[in-house]
């Protein structure tokens, strides 16, 4: 009833502010990345009467959103979703090294995975990042290789480039959202190319999307290829 309540009140707001339609997306994982302002700013170039709201929250809080009518899709890199949910694939994004000045990996212009075993390791955490730090799990299990010590967990790619920059050790993420932040302390590198591009996708409910729901799919697909073609 809550619920019910909630969207009728913002879609009351919505059209008091001129709008026609309105999506709530859900952002995982703080992908704060340059598609999705490019995304964005599509939408409101070429559907301005279609308000797009934006809601971050993990991977829990997200299934449980879609179910209750909470929001209408979501953006992550969790692929673990039952057959309740559709997935469709609109980016790609490369895992990254963050890597303290005068390190010894930065001998390596791209990484190979079996270097990075020899150090400790800040890693986003399991539950609070499940996506990403999946993600970058199965990468080392496709060499057969045992994820480094992890001196720290981190909730973002903020904390990870300051525990980088002190010194705790490297940190690994995706290239969007790492290099967003510069740090004078941090060198960025690149992973060699065996390991994987990480899937960036968008969940929704099992169910016909609206209009302006496949619209905002479509706009994701092509950012993507834009991205490649860049």
């Known amino acids: 009833m809550l619920t019910f309540l909630e969207g009728a009140r913002t879609r009351v707001q919505a059209a008091s502010r ?56 979501a953006l992550s890199v969790q692929t673990g979703l039952s057959n309740d ?79 980088v920059a002190a010194g705790y050790g490297i940190g690994l993420g995706l290239e969007s959202q790492v290099t967003l932040y510069h740090h004078p302390n941090v060198i960025i590198r690149h992973f060699t190319d065996e390991i994987p591009s990480v899937e960036i996708i968008i969940s929704m409910l099992d169910k016909p999307p609206s209009e302006e729901l496949e619209r905002f799919i479509e706009r994701a697909i092509q950012a993507g290829e834009t991205k490649a073609i860049d």
């Open 18 to 73: 001129g709008y026609r339609g309105r999506l709530r997306i859900g952002l995982i994982e703080r992908l704060a990345q340059p598609q999705l302002a490019k995304l964005l700013a599509k939408c409101r170039e070429e559907e301005p009467l279609t308000e797009v709201r934006i809601f971050e929250m993990t991977a829990k809080e997200m299934i449980n959103a879609l179910k209750n009518d909470q929001i209408d899709a």
């Open 85 to 163: 949910f559709i997935k469709k694939i609109v980016w790609t994004d490369r895992p990254v090294i963050a890597i303290p000045k005068n390190h010894p990996l930065l001998s390596f212009e791209k990484i190979p995975p079996h270097e990075i075993i020899r150090h400790s390791l800040i890693l986003y955490h399991p539950e609070l990042c499940p996506g990403v730090y999946n993600a970058i799990y199965r990468g080392f299990c496709e060499f057969t290789l045992p994820l480094p010590a992890v001196t720290e967990y981190v909730s973002g790619h903020e904390s990870m480039l300051i525990l």
